[in-house]
């Protein structure tokens, strides 16, 4: 009796740490440290007849919408091989190696997240990430869907790639809002860039240091010209990040980015007749843009004078 009760004690031990184990496992694997080793690149391949080229571009740095993912994936291998978890903050992109590490910033809210980049897609043209649901709700958009953010390629310390690895999330400090899309969560503007063109991938470089990485200057607007016909005002941020955002959201209408003495304008145009002005002013209010609005460009001044409609 004296030597029954210590055997049943270190059993008892050994099934308890094992139960801890496998707790700590997130029911097989969800905490289970993933190797960030061979780095996948890939050939050109090509999705409902779009070809996407997978690019080890160090320098990726685009605005555009994130939508999320993993209800019907949750179990299944990703592109890089591993086990998908919607619970570990992971993403997925068409053309950056598997894997790699970005900041991902929600641009109507300032809020940052480190993800690690494991699998392909999103496939939807006006789409540039597809989020984890773990990801989706350290952002805040699980609930609307989707969201306009700023996707940047970095290389973060060695424990945070543990974290991420092990599936736990990295939160950065917030940034101030650049920008308030419309719409968010419901059908977005087409995001010009989406599809690469052909190009020989090359192997596998690491990109420089997360710290050493420069937030990049924007981009000089354009002076506003003469022109003959009206404009079309569609929005007027105070920051250059949004400006230059919504206009590359609508590239294919001609928007540009004008400086002004009180911020930034976004416009399109000229219109030199009525019915081409008005469709245009149509196609811009059925993509959200509610606030667009005609003008004579000929009562603009330069900056530091009166500021457009």
Known sequence: MKHWAPAF???????????????GCG??????????????????YTVAGRTYVPTDDENYDQIGEAS????????????????????????ANKTLPLPSYVEVTRLDTGR??????????????????????EAAKELDIDRVG????????????????????????????SVTPTATPPRVGRIAPLMAGTVQQPAVPRPYAPPQSYASQPMPAAAPPMAL?????????????????????????????GARVVATGGGYRVVTGPYVDDSGLSAALARLRMRG?????????STFQAPNGPSLP
């Open 9 to 23: 004690a270190g059993e008892r031990w050994v099934a308890m740490a094992t139960l801890a184990l496998l707790a």
């Open 27 to 44: 029911g097989g694997g969800l905490h289970r440290l993933v190797p960030d080793t061979p780095v996948k690149l890939g050939r050109p």
């Open 68 to 91: 999320w993912y993993g209800n019907a994936e949750q179990g299944r291998h990703t592109a890089s091989g591993e086990i998908f978890y919607r619970q570990r903050p992971s993403a």
């Open 112 to 133: 940052r997240i480190l993800v690690r980049v494991n699998d392909r897609g999103p496939f939807a043209r006006d789409r540039i990430l597809d989020l984890s649901q």
């Open 146 to 173: 989707r969201a306009m953010v700023r996707v940047r390629r970095v290389t973060p310390s060695a424990r945070d790639r543990e974290k991420l690895r092990r599936g736990y999330p990295v939160e950065l400090a």
């Open 225 to 253: 010209p003469a022109v003959a016909g009206r404009l079309i005002l569609i929005a007027s941020p105070a920051d250059p990040d949004a400006a230059d955002a919504i206009a590359s959201a609508l590239a294919d209408e």
């Open 289 to 297: 843009y509610q606030g667009a609005t005609a003008f004579d460009p």
